[in-house]
Every structure is written in C-alpha cells, then in structure tokens.
C-alpha cells in the first residue's frame, strides 16, 4: 500500500518584477522525470523571449529524487533556492520553473537567489497544497429500503461518492481510504443486514485540501 504525500493542487502561476526583471514561476505535479522534462519544454514554448529558465523538482516517496538547474545564471542562486522552498513546503512529485525575462540590471548572487526562492513561494501559493491520499473504489448493490441510510452515512462521514445506477436494486460508487476498508464494510454490513454485495473496484488517488503549509 503507498503512503499519502504532500503536492499541489494543480498548475500554478505567478509573477513579479524586481530591478527591471520580470519573474515567472510556474509549478505542476509531475509523477517522473519525463513529465519534469516535459512541463519545463511547456514552459519554454510558452515564454521563448525569456533568458532563463531555471528549475527544480521532487520527485517519489519521501522525495527520494530531486534535482535544480541553474540554466546559466551563476551556480547555486537560482535552482537550489528554488528547491529548498519545495522541500520547505514538504511536498513531493512536483516541478517548479522560473522564467526569467532580464531588465538589463544585475541583481548580485544575494539578489538572484531571493528573487528565485520568491518566485517559487509565490507559485506554490498559486497552485495551492493537497494530501493525496490512497484510496479503493467500493461498488454496493442493495435494496432501495436502505439506501437512504447508507446515503446519508456516505454523505455525513464526506465519502465521495462518484455515481449511483437506479435499476431493481440501487448501485452505488464510492472511494474509501485503504485505512478504512474495513469499518465501512462493516458499517454496509449492518445498514443492510448483510443483504449488500460489494465488490472491490480499482485504486485510486484522493485529493484532501490543506489549511495551509504547515499542514500534514
């Protein structure tokens, strides 16, 4: 069974100037280097006036890998404060990009390192965090007398239920956390006096929203 992790919501877009420069950060979930690589090409097509590029991403369980590039400003103040703000925020599986347009200033390696750890923070605060959580797809047929409890049990306990087939009998679809399996089996049991059949479906991620950073 995976572990639930930390990531952002969705794609994420800020910007801001300093000393003539424009910066733009941008960040995605990503799930391997590939999709890192591939988001960091989007965001160069997107932006192909842009001097610099730089990056950083987190990547696997526990953010096992990770990796900054500076794309030619001076080494170290560009990529790695970007990525000591994605590892600030604890998440994983995420790629950020700072665009870089230059205003013909030179900001110094002090100056550079806290416009790019900015313009990360500020895209983070874009896109937003969320736990993903593992969960299962639970299918139940049961009699339409005891629909309405389980409906109400599903709705009071937030249970995300993703559709409902009204034929001779009620089918319901829902998605349970791994760690709960069993209760909610039980629960169904005892709604329906046993009289449900339920059926394992397909794993599935699960998005809860984060309060705010310090969240786990």
């Not at 990056?55 to 990770?66: D, N, R, Y």
């Not at 703000?85 to 604890?90: F, K, T, W």
């Amino acid at each position: 069974m995976k572990d639930s992790y930390k990531t952002v919501a969705k794609k994420g877009v800020a910007s801001f100037t300093v000393q003539k420069s424009r910066f733009i950060g941008l960040v995605d979930r990503v799930e391997n280097e590939a999709a890192c690589k591939a988001f960091i090409e989007e965001c160069k097509e997107q932006y192909p006036q842009a001097r610099h590029y730089c990056s950083a991403w987190i990547i696997g369980e526990g953010g096992i890998h990770k990796r900054a590039d500076d794309d030619r400003e001076p080494q170290g103040t560009a990529g790695l404060p970007m990525l000591a703000v994605l590892e600030g925020r604890g998440i994983t599986n995420v790629c950020c990009v700072a665009v870089r347009y230059f205003g013909g200033v030179l900001l110094g390696t002090g100056g550079l390192a806290r416009a790019y750890s900015h313009t990360a923070a500020i895209a983070l605060d874009a896109s937003g965090l969320v736990l993903r959580v593992p969960a299962i797809e639970r299918v139940v047929r049961l009699d339409y007398g005891y629909w309405g409890s389980l409906q109400y049990k599903l709705e009071t306990a937030g249970i995300p239920i993703a559709d409902i087939i009204y034929t001779e009998q009620v089918e319901v679809r829902f998605y349970v956390e791994w760690q709960e399996i069993a209760a909610w089996d039980q629960e169904i049991a005892s709604i329906t006096a046993g009289t449900a059949l339920v059926r394992e479906g397909e794993p599935v991620w699960l998005n809860k929203p984060l309060k705010g950073d310090d969240d786990e």
